[in-house]
């Protein structure tokens, strides 16, 4: 068994957070959350809570069978505000998925 260890480095603020239900329909992140009155997000730390998604940040929405692979507990983190606008996520499997989404600038 492997352990994972999170960190926390204290380098960025995190101003914003947003849970979003991920299904058939490819969805992004909420730009209304991210480019906000308080500031505008330099990067986002997204965890999957539950179910595995796919996701692609090159313009082109991912298939529940083309993009990248997460998984339940995995972890990804995106840098660049380009990429917050462009990065779309659906979910792999049967279920909706669920993932958790933390801003800093």
Do not use: W
């Amino acid at each position: 068994m492997t352990n994972k260890i999170n960190y926390v480095a204290g380098l960025f603020d995190c101003f914003a957070y947003e849970s979003i239900t991920v299904g058939t329909t490819a969805v992004g992140l909420t730009t209304s959350v991210y480019k906000s009155d308080t500031g505008t997000a330099a990067r986002a730390i997204i965890t999957v809570e539950t179910d595995q998604v796919r996701y692609r940040y090159d313009g082109t929405s991912p298939t529940s069978t083309e993009g990248h692979l997460l998984n339940a507990t995995d972890t990804l983190l995106v840098v660049g505000r380009g990429n917050l606008d462009r990065i779309r996520f659906i979910r792999a499997g049967a279920d909706d998925a669920t993932i958790r989404v933390s801003y800093e600038k």
